[in-house]
C-alpha cells in the first residue's frame, strides 16, 4: 500500500540520521539510543518484590533464572514516544546491531513496545546505501538463541558480582567489585607484577665491532659484528638467564661462556689489530606475507602501538566511522572478507601499485579464535568500493582520519602480494692474541646477518606494529651486508665491549592484555575495551605511559580470589564458560541447565560445588593477612584506610605500641619498592622535620616536614600529662580533648629545604581576615584549601588568582571579586569551550565547558565529564551526545540512606 508507513528503531541518534537519508519516504527512522532497559540494583525494586524471590539480584534463581527487567527512568519518555510512533505504523524494522548485544536491545524493545504489526529483524554490517537496501531485502526473524546467550551472560555477571563483591567489601575495602572477566584481567596485570618483584638481574657482556672486506667490489665497505662465540663455546646473551639471574638449564648444559667486565676488555686487548676472515655466509630466500584485516581485537591492538591509543578511545572512533558510514561493524571476531570488499581492495591496490602487486588470486583469512562470529566481516572501509584516505580527508579530521587510514591500509594490503627478498647471515673468525688473558689463542667468531628485500609488495602499503614486550621486529629491517665470499680477508676496528643487565618482563599495555585475553579465550573482544576501563576506574590498575601498573589494592583482591575463589578466576575454567556461553548462543545447550550447574553446582559432592555452594562456605578469612604483602627482611605491604603503607614488623618496639609505618607514595609502582626502599620510606616517615625555630607567641617549636599530602609545617606541642589511674576509655577521652596543633600545607612555590620561620608563622596564621562585608556584615577571609587558594564568606567561595594573593589581596579586591557573577565552585562565569549543536534527546543545544575536575558537555540539564580520551577540540556532537545519554542512563546520583544495619547493595560487574 503506498501510504503506508514503516518505523525502523536502531540504537544512535547518528545512525538514525545516516539510514533515514538511505530510506527515504514512508519510513521513520528512531533510535532508542541504547539500552532501554536492564535489571534494576535489589533497593530500586518495587517494594512487594523486595522480600520476594528477586530481593536479592532481581533475578529469580529458583524458578528458571527469570529476570525482572525495568525500564530506565530517562527512557520511559522515548519508549512512549516509539509507543506512539508504532501506533501510526504498518510495520516495524528492528535495526539494531547484528551482534548478541544488538539482538537482546532488539528483543528487550519488542518486549516492551508488544507490537501489533508484523516486526522484521533488520540487520546490516556497515551503513551505506547498498547495504540497507539488501538489509531491507533480507530480513529475518529475531535470534532468540543470541537473546539467550546475551541475557545469560547478563545473568551471571549478576550473579557473580553480587555474590563475591561483597567478599571483597568485608575483608578488602567498600566499593569494590568482582567481575568474571574483569578479575581474570586483574590477575593477570598482577601476576606480571609479581613477577617483576621476583626477578633479580643478571650481569653478562659481550663485544661489537666494525668489520670491512680488505678486498673485492665492496672493499672498504663497513658494517657492524657481535661476538657469539669462543672456541666452541657460545657466548651468553640475555636469552641464556633466568628471572632469579641464573644461567637457564639448556645454557649451563651447552656450557655457553658468560664474560664479565675484565674478560670483555681482554678479548677486546687480544683481539686489536688480529687478522679476520669469513668462516661461513648463508643466504636464503625472504618472504613475508599480509597480515589479515582487522578484527576487534587487532584493531585494538595496533591503534595501541601505532596511535598510542587505549581500546576505549579506539572503539569509540571507531564507532563514530561505522555509524557514519565510512567503516564496516566495528564488533566481530572475523577477518574475512566478503567477495565485493576482497574485489574492491585487489581493484585499489592494482591502480594504486601496479598490477604486479596483487597476487593471481584472492587471499582469504578464518579465524583462529575457537568462539569466532565467522557470519561476520573483518573491520574494513565501507562500501562495495573503497574511498582512499586522501578521498576523504575533506570529511574526517583527527583521530577519526588517522583510524579510517589504519582501517584501508590494513584492508588493502591483506590482497597484496607477498613482500620478497634474500637474508644473509655471516659468520667472522679472528685468533685471540696473548692479551686476551684466558681466551688467548681462543678463536673469536662474531656473526652479523642482513635482509635485502627485492620487492616490497604489501609492504608498499602497510607494515604490522609490534608489542614492545616481543622484542623482535615481525619482519626483518632492511640492511645490506657486502659481497664476500668464504674464506676472504676482512680488517676489524672499533672493537668494544659493552655491559648488559637482563630486563623484568615488560608490563602489559592495553593492546597485550587485549593479545594475551584473546589467546586465552577470555571474555569477548568487544568488551575488552570496557573491561579494561573498569579496572581501572574501580583503581585496580594504574597507566605509567601505555604500561599498565596494577595498585596495592589489586593484589590484595587478587590473593582473595585465588585463595578462595580459585576456580572463579582459574583462566581454563574462565575460557570454559566462554565456550559455554558460545555452545547456548548457537542453540546447543540450554541457558536455564547451564546457570543452574554455575550456581548450584551439578547435584554431587566434591569439587563441582556452585558460586552459592562456595560463598555459603567460605569459612573464616584472614583479612589482615589478605591485605599483607610481605617483600623481605620483615617488611610488609600493607592495605590501610586511608591507603598503602609499609609496615616492619622485624622493628624492636615496646609492648602496646604498633611496628614503624610509612605512607607508600603513589608514584611508587609495587616493583620499585625494594626492602632499600622500603627503608628509605620508613627513614623519612620517623624523622621529626627540619627545626625551622619558636613561634614568639606561643613559645612552640616550628617544624617542616614531609607526609603522604605533601610537606606541610606544624608546631611541636609540649607533651600532655593525664592523671594516674584513669580508665581506657576515660583516657581515650582526654587524648580526644587535647588540643590539635596547627598544620599548613606549602604552597606550590615553596620549598621544605628553604622555607623559613617567617613563612611558616604565615601559613600557619591562615585562614586569614581581609575584613568584614560592609552589606551583609560577614567576615571575608582568604585561605589555601585542597582546590587551591580561595576567599570565604560564609558559605560562599570564590577561587583567588594566586596563592600570593592569600597574604595580599585587600578588603576592596575581594569585593570586586564577590560582585562578579559566580560559576561552579567560585569560579567566575565564562564562555564555553565549544559549542556542539542541539541535543536530540532534550532539544537544548550542547556546550563544552571547563568545570572544578576537568572539561563537560552539557545540555544545560545533564552534564557529562569527558574521558581521559576526548579531547576538546576533537570531540564531535555525536560524542557528546552519546556522553550524556550515558549520563541520563544512570541516573541522578543517590544520597545514601541511614540505615540501622551497615550492609549495602551489592555491585554487578
Known sequence: MSGSRKLVIVESPTKARKIAGYLGEGFDVEASVGHIRDLPQPSELPADMKKGPFGKFAVDVEHGFEPYYEVYPDKKKKVSELKKMLKSADELYLATDEDREGEAIAWHLLEELKPKVPVRRMVFHEITPEAIRRALD???????????????????????????????????????SAGRVQSVATRLVVERERERMAFVPAAYWDLTGSFAPDGGPDAGQHFSARLVQLGEARVATGRDFDDRGQLTAAATRDRVVTLDEPAADALVAGLDGAPFTVRSLETKPYTRRPTAPFTTSTLQQEAGRKLRWSSRQTMRVAQSLYENGYITYMRTDSPALSAEATDAARRQAAELYGPEYVPASPRSYVSKSKGAQEAHEAIRPAGDSFRTPAQVASELRGDEFRLYELVWKRTVASQMADAKGSTASLRIAGTVGAAGAAHAGTDAVFAASGTVITFRGFLAAYEEGTDEAEGADSGAKEARLPRVAEGDDLTGSDLEAAGHATSAPARYTEASLVKKLEELGIGRPSTYASTISTIQDRGYITTRGQALVPSWIAFAVVRLLEEHFGELIDYRFTAEMEEDLDEIAAGQRDRVAWLTEFYFGDGTDGADAGLKELVDNLGEIDARGINSIDIGEGLQVRIGRYGPYVEDNGAEVKEGETPPRASIPDDVAPDELTVAKARELLAAGADDGRELGVDPATGHTIIAKAGRYGPYVTE????????????????????????????????????LGTITLDEALALLSLPRVVGTDPESGTEITAQNGRYGPYLKKGTDSRTLPSEEAIFTVTLDEALAIYAQPKRGRGATAAPPLRELGDDPVSGKPIVVKDGRFGPYVTDGTTNATLRKDDAVDAITPERAQELLAEKRAKGPAKKPARRASSRSTAKAK
Open 716 to 751: 611541636v606541642l609540649p607533651e600532655p600529662t593525664f592523671e594516674p589511674g584513669l580508665s581506657a576509655a576515660a583516657l581515650k577521652k582526654a587524648k580526644a580533648a587535647l588540643p590539635k596543633p596547627r598544620t599548613g600545607s606549602l604552597l606550590k612555590s615553596q620549598d
Open 138 to 176: 533480507t530480513t529475518r526473524d529475531l535470534d532468540e538463541n543470541l537473546v539467550d546467550a546475551q541475557e545469560t551472560r547478563r545473568i551471571l555477571d549478576r550473579l557473580y558480582g553480587y555474590e563475591v563483591s561483597p567478599v571483597l567489601w568485608r575483608k578488602v575495602r567498600q566499593g569494590l
